[in-house]
């Protein structure tokens, strides 16, 4: 089935670094685009960044551009998330999901939502 | 960037009851509008994508509707596994973004 799985979780303390990954299965993953989404404990949803099939194109959230880093490995079916400078506002639940259908221009990226989910990995960005 | 506000942040219903959320985008976002629900502990479920277009699985009691700046959720007799928070995103521009949510409490 289709199915989206993230690890790479942890505790770790402000200004540390942490990669996340995401690993893929049941579908054509190097077809779609992908995205990861946080929610910090208590609080609503909040983008993070997205990135295209081909990992040509990718986009971020003002609260993270320039400390993350999205990528993917086509042949390894994962999805990446590099994250440097960690604060403690990056304190969330991370989760993948994948994307509908994926535009992306020079400059921006549109879709038509995010139909599958992993259960997402907790940070904890303390002292 | 574009800001998404929903209304209400919460709201108390009976089962049976018809319930309406609104969202609204801070600028015309054509129809790239999805609906999430969320239930505690679980990851969000994609319910409506391109503003009125039901996802796979979805019960037809959902109902998406609206364009440009002011769109609508509507269940139409809510069932007891429907008592959820729901969220707006716009899928238009990066920075994506989502509405702050709405929580649908048991009356």
């Known amino acids: 089935q289709v199915q989206l799985v993230e690890s790479g979780g942890g505790v770790v303390q402000p200004g540390r670094s942490l990669r996340l990954s995401c690993a893929a299965s049941g579908f054509a993953f190097s077809s779609y685009g992908m995205h990861w989404v946080r929610q910090a404990p208590g609080k609503g949803l909040e983008w993070v960044a997205v990135?295209?099939?081909?990992?040509?194109?990718?986009y971020y959230a003002d609260s993270v551009k320039g400390r993350f880093t999205i990528s993917r490995d086509n042949s390894k079916n994962t999805l990446y998330l590099q994250m440097n400078s960690l604060r403690a506002e990056d304190t969330a639940v991370y989760s993948c999901a994948k994307d509908l259908g994926l535009y992306c221009t020079r400059t921006s990226c549109s879709s038509y939502g995010m139909d599958v989910w992993g259960q997402g990995t907790t940070v904890t960005v303390s002292s | 960037d574009i800001q998404m506000t929903q209304s209400p942040s919460s709201l108390s219903a009976s089962a049976g009851d018809r319930v309406t959320i609104t969202c609204r985008a801070s600028?015309?976002?054509?129809?790239?509008l999805n609906w999430y629900q969320q239930k505690p502990g679980r990851a969000p479920k994609l319910m409506i994508y391109?503003?009125?277009s039901l996802q796979s699985g979805v019960p037809s009691r959902f109902r998406g509707s609206g364009s440009g700046t002011t769109f609508t959720l509507t269940i139409s007799s809510l069932q007891p596994e429907d008592f959820a928070t729901y969220y707006c995103q716009q899928s238009y521009i990066t920075p994506q973004t989502f509405g702050q949510g709405t929580k649908v409490e048991i009356k």
């Open positions: 990135i295209s099939n081909d990992g040509t194109n990718k």
């Open positions: 391109a503003a009125s």
């Open positions: 600028q015309s976002i054509s129809n790239y």
